[in-house]
């Protein structure tokens, strides 16, 4: 049973080395240690996905591993008083930049802010476009959050892992937590102190979401706090789907 107590696994979570070689180790993804991982951020709008791990997400990409940053919308509802195609436009070119900082490389799923879908046919293209990235490593929203396009974000990456037979692990991540992410218990820890200035500059990119003020008010304390349960400076938390049979991350067994 995991617990989000700072235990001394926790600790050692803390490592992204520790968090790779498990991602690409024995269990459910493949490959062996030490090859180049396909990392995977599945996000409801631009903006989630650099909110909740743009972090780990830029240590991935430093360390040489080729990162893919999936938006479901282009955040066409999210720009009051512009049109849906603006605003598409918009957010479009913010993600952009946030990927160029983070040197990762954006997907557009298609389908549109504040109307997103669950169901088979939408299932079924989600799965085609996260297999087309041939993943070893996952991130997604978790899925219990308060806005619906981060719930069906969350949800459709969970059937595209069961389509596709476990052949990723999969790992959520929380924004926005207790206002939007919801009964979160952390399992593994990312410090993230060293790169968060990238993860800033990315997530400000975002200009028409006023990502200084939603570092400020929201991010920046979830930093600090998942910083203090794994006894770091800052650090991005996740829970991870149920793959725990790696030594990599049981290290004390
Ligand atoms: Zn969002």
Same mark, same amino acid.
């Given at each position: 049973m995991r617990t989000s107590q700072p235990t001394r696994r926790g600790l050692l979570a803390a490592s992204l080395a520790g968090f790779a070689a498990g991602a690409a /180790?024995? /269990? !459910?993804?493949p490959g062996g240690r030490g090859k180049q991982l396909s990392v995977v951020c599945v996000g409801g709008h631009p903006d989630d996905p650099e909110s909740g791990c743009g972090g780990t997400l830029a240590r991935y990409s430093e360390a040489g591993h080729k990162v893919s940053i999936v938006y479901l @919308? #282009?955040?066409? #509802? /999210?720009?009051? /008083?512009?049109s849906l195609d603006e605003a598409a436009r918009i957010r479009t070119a913010e993600a952009q930049e946030a990927c160029r900082i983070l040197k990762a490389r954006p997907v557009f799923a298609g389908q549109i802010d504040g109307a997103t879908e669950l169901n088979s046919g939408r299932v079924a293209d989600f799965t085609k476009l996260l297999a087309?990235? @041939? $993943? &070893?490593l996952v991130f997604a929203q978790? $899925? *219990? &959050? @308060?806005?619906m396009d981060h719930q069906v974000a969350g949800l459709l990456t969970i059937r595209a892992y069961y389509a596709l037979g476990g052949g990723f692990r999969l790992y959520f991540y929380e924004v926005d937590a207790g206002s939007q992410t919801q009964g979160y218990r952390p399992t593994d820890y990312i410090e993230i102190t060293a790169v968060r200035e990238k993860k800033k500059s990315a997530l400000f990119a975002h200009k028409s979401q006023h990502g200084e003020e939603i570092y400020r008010r929201h991010h920046e304390l979830m930093e600090n706090f998942r910083g203090r349960e794994a006894r770091v400076t800052a650090a991005e938390a996740f829970v991870h *789907?149920? !793959? &725990? @049979?790696?030594p990599a991350e049981l290290p004390l067994l």
């Open positions: /180790g024995q /269990g !459910c993804a @919308t #282009r955040g066409e #509802r /999210g720009i009051p /008083g512009k087309a990235e @041939t $993943p &070893d978790w $899925p *219990l &959050d @308060t806005h *789907l149920y !793959c &725990d @049979t790696s």
